[in-house]
């Protein structure tokens, strides 16, 4: 499958992989926009990470973005395609 039909089955909530990663086991997935209320946001020092914005309203929102869990099960938050993943044709949904 092609890069833009596995984004599609991505932001509707499925994971992707790419056949020919050298990683087995990687896939990509959708984060879709979403607030998370400043109680529950978890970071080391509050009165740093958070906009004068979000502690006013009481609310961090959060960008649709993709993220990758790579071959070692670790989370790569903000996943960004390299020329080689939109030029493959080796897509496919899990």
């Not at 086991?25 to 020092?45: A, S």
């Not at 993709?66 to 044709?89: C, E, K």
Request: glycine share 6%; hydrophobic share 40%; net charge negative.
């Amino acid at each position: 499958m092609k890069f833009s039909e596995a984004l599609e089955e991505c932001m509707k909530g499925k994971r992707i992989t790419r056949k020919d990663w050298n990683g087995r086991g990687q896939f990509v997935y959708y984060i879709p926009p979403h607030d998370v209320p400043v109680k529950d946001w978890l970071t080391r020092d509050k009165n740093t990470a958070l906009t004068d914005s979000e502690r006013l309203n009481g609310v961090v929102h959060i960008a649709g973005h993709f993220d990758m869990v790579n071959a070692q099960s670790i989370r790569i938050i903000g996943w960004l395609a390299t020329q080689t993943d939109m030029a493959s044709d080796q897509w496919e949904v899990l």
